[in-house]
């Protein structure tokens, strides 16, 4: 009589499961809309310890964004900081490249190329653009020494979806160390 009651309530639990995992792909997109929105109104608090650079540390700045010598100052320090290469065997020559924070790091280099294209297509000016960049970019460096699992899963979440990367990171405010 056990096994009969425990193989009845087994089939009811699987039929049961069955039921609720097949979702409407009309209710999938509801979701999916609903995790970008629920992402977005997420907001963090960094500690900062990068300021604006001064006009001579500007004129020494190689343009490696096009963006303006602003964010490339802040683009260089974010390479030097997110991508390091270490040596796979202590005294071997050969290294690799790691990068720390892959989240994030994705994050950034796709909304690069999201307001490269902004840019080019002129939909923004480039003083609004480069502030919007510099701003990810000091997002980007102050997460570094941050516990940032809830920001880089709603990173990873909406992965796909540059606005809402963007709007990810203009929802983190920066506190200055100094």
């Given at each position: 009589m056990k096994k009969i009651y425990f193989l009845g309530l087994t089939l009811f639990c699987l039929n049961t499961v069955?039921?609720?995992a097949e979702i409407p792909s009309e209710e999938k997109e509801k979701i999916e809309n609903v995790n970008e929105t629920v992402a977005t109104a997420?907001?963090?608090e960094f500690f900062s310890a990068h300021e604006d650079p001064s006009v001579e540390i500007l004129k020494?700045?190689?343009?490696s964004c096009k963006l303006?010598?602003?964010s490339s100052y802040f683009y260089n320090l974010f390479k030097e900081t997110y991508v390091v290469k270490e040596e796979v065997v202590p005294g071997d020559p050969t290294r690799r490249t790691v990068i720390k924070k892959p989240e994030i790091y994705n994050s950034v280099k796709k909304i690069e190329k999201y307001l490269n294209k902004s840019l080019k297509s002129g939909s923004e000016s480039k003083d609004i653009l480069e502030d919007k960049f510099c701003?990810?970019?000091?997002?980007?460096?102050?997460?570094?020494d941050s516990d940032t699992k809830t920001f880089e899963k709603s990173l990873k979440d909406n992965k796909k979806n540059p606005e809402a990367l963007l709007s990810i990171f203009e929802n983190v405010s920066l506190r200055n160390i100094y």
């Amino acid at each position: 009589m056990k096994k009969i009651y425990f193989l009845g309530l087994t089939l009811f639990c699987l039929n049961t499961v069955g039921v609720f995992a097949e979702i409407p792909s009309e209710e999938k997109e509801k979701i999916e809309n609903v995790n970008e929105t629920v992402a977005t109104a997420l907001t963090w608090e960094f500690f900062s310890a990068h300021e604006d650079p001064s006009v001579e540390i500007l004129k020494t700045v190689s343009r490696s964004c096009k963006l303006g010598e602003k964010s490339s100052y802040f683009y260089n320090l974010f390479k030097e900081t997110y991508v390091v290469k270490e040596e796979v065997v202590p005294g071997d020559p050969t290294r690799r490249t790691v990068i720390k924070k892959p989240e994030i790091y994705n994050s950034v280099k796709k909304i690069e190329k999201y307001l490269n294209k902004s840019l080019k297509s002129g939909s923004e000016s480039k003083d609004i653009l480069e502030d919007k960049f510099c701003h990810v970019l000091k997002v980007s460096l102050a997460a570094i020494d941050s516990d940032t699992k809830t920001f880089e899963k709603s990173l990873k979440d909406n992965k796909k979806n540059p606005e809402a990367l963007l709007s990810i990171f203009e929802n983190v405010s920066l506190r200055n160390i100094y």
